[in-house]
Structure formats: structure tokens, C-alpha cells
């Protein structure tokens, strides 16, 4: 998160953010204490009711009990100023994963930034499992197939319109962190 904090656009007043794959909204309730605007979307009805029930966030946030897909398919166009994932991007077959980028491709308003944290191939699980698509494995310690990232892979998040500003592989992590702006 504090990787994220530093690299958000500057601009006056608060940011639109879009945070996918909450979770509990640790993440969220950081952004909406920095007095951002935050919607927050997760597919575990368990997670956010657990976000819903934590202390009472800061205004402007909000918990959505929703698919990624779906949420990003009903925000407007160039609604948002940052799109925020930490570590969502993993268990996405390839087409939805296409389609969930020009989606966030779509949303982001011109200069907004796209922050992602995503598995690296230095992760200790990867290998582990039976191998169902280049680094996609599924068995070993998770019991839905996992996506790892190379520093070659992370290209399918940038193109024409998303230009990269930030990346960093935290080895200790296992994490590549990543920052592409829209244009």
C-alpha cells in the first residue's frame, strides 16, 4: 500500500479511486483516510461484510459485494483516477483478464493511474501444481490456478493508452508492483 500511496496522481481535491478485489478493505479505508473518494469491490460476500462491519470508514467510501468484471463494465467512461489492485490479477483466465484491462482502459480518466501489485515468477509456489497455461498452475497450495508474472508478461497491462511510470519487483515479496498512467 505504501508503494501505491507515493505514486498517486497529484492534483487538487480528492481522487475517484476504484479498488478491486478488496478484501476486508484494509487497503480502502488507508485511500479514504488520505480523503479520497473510494469504491471498493470484492466477489466475497464474507469480505465485505467484514469491511462493512470493521470501525466506521472515513466518507467517500464505499464496499460493493461485486465481480470485478461487472463493476468496471458499469462505471463510466473516465469516471475514475486511479484504478487500485493488489494482487487480483492472478486468477483471471486470459480472455477475462483482456477484458477486464480495456474496461479499466475505459474508466480511467486521462492522466489517471492503474497501481497493481501482481505474484512474480520468484515467488517459492511457483512451479508448484500441474502447469495449465504458461506460468498458470493449479494444484500445489492453492486450490484455483495461479498466474505468476515475468517483467516480459507485464507488458499486457501498458499499450498505446497506458504508458508504465513505476515498476518494481519486491523479490522478498515475491510482488511486482506496477504503475502505468493513462494518456
Do not use: N
Request: aromatic share 8%.
Amino acid at each position: 500500500m505504501v508503494w501505491a500511496l507515493a505514486r498517486l496522481p497529484s492534483r487538487p481535491g480528492p481522487l475517484r479511486i476504484l479498488e478491486l478485489g478488496c478484501g476486508v478493505g484494509r487497503d480502502s479505508r488507508i485511500l479514504a483516510s488520505e480523503g479520497h473518494l473510494v469504491r471498493a469491490v470484492d466477489h466475497s460476500r464474507i469480505a465485505v461484510k467484514r469491511a462493512r462491519s470493521g470501525p466506521r470508514g472515513p466518507p467517500g467510501l464505499e464496499f460493493i459485494e461485486g465481480e470485478a468484471l461487472a463493476e468496471v463494465a458499469r462505471t463510466p467512461s473516465g469516471s475514475v483516477d486511479v484504478v487500485y489492485a493488489h494482487g487480483l490479477y492472478m486468477g483471471f483466465a486470459e480472455a477475462e483478464l483482456d477484458e477486464l484491462l480495456e474496461g479499466i482502459r475505459r474508466v480511467l480518466a486521462p492522466g489517471g493511474h492503474h497501481l497493481f501489485a501482481v505474484r512474480s515468477t520468484t515467488d517459492p509456489h511457483f512451479g508448484q501444481g500441474a502447469a495449465i497455461a504458461p506460468d498458470v498452475f493449479l494444484g500445489g497450495p492453492h486450490e484455483t490456478p495461479i498466474r505468476y508474472y515475468r517483467h516480459e508478461t507485464l507488458a499486457r497491462f501498458s499499450g498505446p493508452d497506458l504508458v508504465r511510470f513505476a515498476e518494481e519487483l519486491r523479490e522478498d515479496l515475491a510482488l511486482w508492483y506496477v504503475g502505468d498512467r493513462r494518456t
